[in-house]
């Protein structure tokens, strides 16, 4: 079972922030938190990933909590092109799989 | 640099016939992955390999063979095709360690009538 509990769906406007969040409360501590996302049609991509301190890169943001047993992920300014499922996923040391969850669709209205 | 990519990107297959899926990454990653999504559902782990010559079950193994003799490829079988495995299937590579990304295929959308 994945071990990360996401909203089914989410609805945004667009060019407004959306913060989808992720709970992870068994993560260990040297599990990597890894967002992904999937548009319509192709394969899923790479986000962001992060350990224990906020990340930032050209697509989002990763505010993780302070136990890190949730976090969430960041989008400054949501287009049209965003809408996706995105996905929070453990990367765990002790385990070699990665596993999705059913992660989060996100509908942007314009 | 092709990053990952799958053959065939689709294909029909007749119940009981064989066929197989080819990844190839040119990234030299260890890790190797196989994905199947059915629609409206998220990604079920198939088979996994950490390296050339090893393969291990995933969440959803059977039916599916698989085999890595060269590290750059991943080949998934199916040996008698069901229509239950009728799916796009995602092939993903990456390397060991855990802070880095994994990259993912665009698909190979297989119909088993």
Sequence with gaps: ??????????????????????????????????????????????????????????????????DRKSSTLILHRATLRDAAVYYCILRENRDDKIIFGKGTRLHILP | NAGVTQTPKFRVLKTGQSMTLLCAQDMNHEYMYWYRQDPGMGLRLIHYSVGEGTTAKGEVPDGYNVSRLKKQNFLLGLESAAPSQTSVYFCASSYLQRNTEAFFGQGTRLTVV
């Design chain 1, 1 to 66: 079972d994945a071990k990360t509990t996401q909203p089914n769906s989410m609805e945004s406007n667009e060019e407004e922030p959306v913060h989808l969040p992720c709970n992870h409360s068994t993560i260990s501590g040297t599990d990597y938190i890894h967002w992904y996302r999937q548009l319509p049609s192709q394969g899923p991509e790479y986000v962001i990933h992060g350990l224990t301190s906020n990340v930032n890169n050209r697509m989002a943001s990763l505010a993780i909590a302070e």
